[in-house]
């Protein structure tokens, strides 16, 4: 008798757990905005982070899409397009979120793993994509459009400090603005890394109408040292010339060099 109470209390456990792995598998994609409410109260994203909106959404929450989505940054909305993400499930019941995040709209795509901690502290992995500059003119004023590709290795980082970058951002067909016409520069490429605790930025051009040597040194304290090398090249526009003499010195080759410090 004692056997058989044992032996279906052990099958009703059973049942049990099948059916609350079931119904946790079959969560739908509905209740990612919850998750999302989630983390924020329980401190697993960064203090002021940027808000996702979701609409029309399909899937479950481990794998889920929606059609619709927008990312809110203070008063700036950047329209996603299509967006789908895969939660693994042993990590979020680990009270850690692991996300593969896609993204993808007309002039715009993005991939990556992202992965929040309890301590506020994120990780992004294996990240690539491309978006027209202009999207960034919210936050910082162009003189330029085109295209930004990028691939980014490793980036660590909290609402305080930024711990570990490393990856290669490419501007594509990039043309001066301000003209009635077109006035080309070329293409360029930043590789961007951490030495100790300082960000580097190596600029170069790909043969560009306008030549690049750069660097960028930013400290742990947001102070920044600009260094470069202009070179105007057979092709440029004259307006173009003339502009970039605001930026520094002309030397006796006719480079235009750059050495600016500041805080960010």
Do not use: C
Request: net charge negative; aromatic share 8%.
């Amino acid at each position: 008798m004692f056997l058989k109470v044992v032996k279906r209390f052990i099958v009703s456990l059973f049942l049990v757990g099948v059916l609350s792995t079931v119904l946790i598998l079959n969560i739908p994609a509905s209740f990612a905005p919850q998750l999302i409410s989630f983390a924020s109260r329980h401190e697993l994203l960064p203090a002021d982070s940027p808000q996702l909106e979701l609409a029309q959404l399909s899937g479950s929450l481990w794998d889920g899409t929606a059609k619709e989505s927008a990312l809110l940054i203070n008063d700036n909305v950047i329209d996603l397009g299509q967006f789908s993400w895969q939660l693994d499930m042993a990590q979020f019941l680990d009270k850690e979120i692991v996300l593969q995040l896609q993204s993808s709209a007309p002039d715009h795509a993005v991939q990556a793993q992202v992965t929040f901690v309890q301590d506020g502290k994120v990780t992004v992995k294996s990240a690539e994509g491309y978006f027209p500059i202009k999207l960034l003119e919210p936050w910082i004023p162009l003189l330029i459009q085109g295209k930004l590709a990028f691939v980014i290795d490793h980036w660590i980082f909290t609402s305080r400090e930024l711990i570990a970058l490393d990856g290669v951002l490419n501007l594509e067909d990039a043309d001066w603005l301000g003209g009635d016409e077109e006035m080309p520069l070329g293409s360029y490429m930043a590789q961007v890394s951490m030495q100790q605790q300082d960000l580097q930025i190596q600029i170069n051009d790909f043969g560009a109408i306008l030549g690049v040597d750069g660097m960028i040194t930013v400290n742990a304290v947001s102070h920044y040292h600009f260094t470069a090398s202009l070179q105007p090249r057979e092709g440029l526009a004259p307006e173009v010339a003339e502009s970039i003499l605001w930026f520094g010195k002309r030397n006796s080759t006719g480079d235009i060099l750059i050495d600016r410090r500041g805080k960010l």
